[in-house]
């Protein structure tokens, strides 16, 4: 599951349970990035790439800021967690300057309800400000389908869901300052 998903029904809902699925990871991501851990991360903005791109193709960072750029996968072990890290491929354009992205992966961390997440933290060593805004781009890609081992489909949804597809930002984003 994303760690931003929630989970409708039947296959062609697919794509909208993982849309789903990183909803909920994007909360449990809000929630976690809302006081930062550390002193030095005050000059930091982490975001949520998926979802603040994918809607408006922007991403509006505070001025002076550096962007973070941040998703996750979420598990029902920590085995499927592994192997969603292990299949899921990225690439990060920035400013027409490609960056392989898989090695920003971290290990999966058991959660309070069991379950299991995968987090991606890139930080782009960007400064935002108004003078200096950039494009960014996130393609990625899967070696095979993997399942979170939560996410069902089928009429009673009782079939496993298989994704296909890897975590993108659907296309190039503008970066600016607010």
Known sequence: MLCEQ?????????????ALAFAVVGAAT?????VPARA????????NYYF?????????VPNGKV??????????????????????????????????????WQEPTQQPDG??????????????TFDTPFTL???????????DGMTFEGPDNSKPLFTTT???SDGPCFVGAF
């Not at 929630?6 to 993982?18: E, K, N, Q, Y």
């Not at 603040?52 to 509006?60: A, E, S, T, V």
Request: proline share 3%; glycine share 10%.
């Open 30 to 34: 809000a929630l976690a990035l809302a």
């Open 115 to 128: 379950t299991w997440i995968a987090w991606w933290l890139y930080n782009t060593g960007r400064t935002v």
């Open 52 to 60: 603040n791109c994918r809607g408006d193709h922007g991403i509006g």
């Open 137 to 147: 781009e996130v393609t990625a890609s899967l070696s095979h389908p993997v399942l």
């Open 40 to 47: 030095d991360d005050t000059d930091t903005f982490t975001t």
């Open 67 to 104: 962007l973070v750029l941040r998703t996750g996968w979420q598990a029902k072990t920590r085995g499927l967690a592994q192997d969603f890290v292990n299949a899921h491929h990225m690439d990060v354009v920035i400013d027409g300057v490609s960056v392989n992205g898989d090695p920003y």
């Open 6 to 18: 929630r989970a409708p029904r039947g296959r062609r809902d697919g794509r909208r349970l993982i």
């Open 166 to 168: 890897g975590i993108d």
